[in-house]
Structures are given as C-alpha cells and as structure tokens.
C-alpha cells in the first residue's frame, strides 16, 4: 500500500519562500508519477505542479517561474520550492502519487500560508 507523507509548509509573508517535501513508501517511487494540488477554501481542489516518471514537468500558470517541483529517487521524495509567495497561495497542499496503472493516492494535506 502506498503511502504518502509530507512535511514543511507552515506561515509566511508575502514575498518569501517555503518548501514542501512527500515522502513516498509502499511501492517502486521512480514508476510513479508525482503532483502537488491544492485547495483554498471555498474552492476546488487545484493541480499545481506536476513531474512524471522521467522527470517531465509541467505547472499551472499562477505558479509558472515562482514555483519548482522535483523529485529524488534515491530518496522516494517529491519536493515543491516555492519562491514569491502570494497571500493568493494560500491553501492547504497535498502530494499526489498516480501509479502506472493511473491509481492515484494522496497525502494528508499541509496548510500553507502567506501574510500580506
């Protein structure tokens, strides 16, 4: 069973930065591939960064050139840097791990937020 843990995330003013890390367990990580969403109350949930198995990326437009995501296989971790920081950022974020099969699992979700 796959399992997904993540850790960072916290309270910061608009302008800085924090890093989000998933630490994947449970099965082969580098086959997965790997997303962080998000969700703001109120709202949906939201695809903010994605990396497939090969290292492809692919980001929403909100975050295109403040946010990076990335991935370590030695380490089964997926991380999202995230530099510029909006108070429009503020949301609660959750590792996605979608297995060859288009299985998806999630983590238990971080609250992130940026102070004006």
């Known amino acids: 069973q796959v399992q997904l843990v993540q850790s960072g995330g916290g309270l910061v003013q608009a302008g800085g930065s924090l890093r989000l890390s998933c630490a994947h367990s449970g099965s082969i990580f580098s086959m997965y591939a790997m997303g962080w969403y998000r969700q703001a109350p109120g709202d949906q949930r939201e695809l903010v960064a994605a990396i497939t198995s090969n290292g492809s990326q692919n980001y929403a437009d909100s975050v295109k050139g403040r946010f990076t995501i990335s991935r370590d296989n030695a380490r089964r971790t997926v991380y999202l840097q995230m530099n510029s920081l909006k108070p429009e950022d503020t949301a609660v974020y959750f590792c996605?791990?979608?297995?060859?099969?288009?299985?998806?699992?999630w983590g238990q979700g971080t609250q992130v937020t940026v102070s004006a």
């Open positions: 996605n791990a979608r297995s060859p099969l288009a299985k998806d699992y």
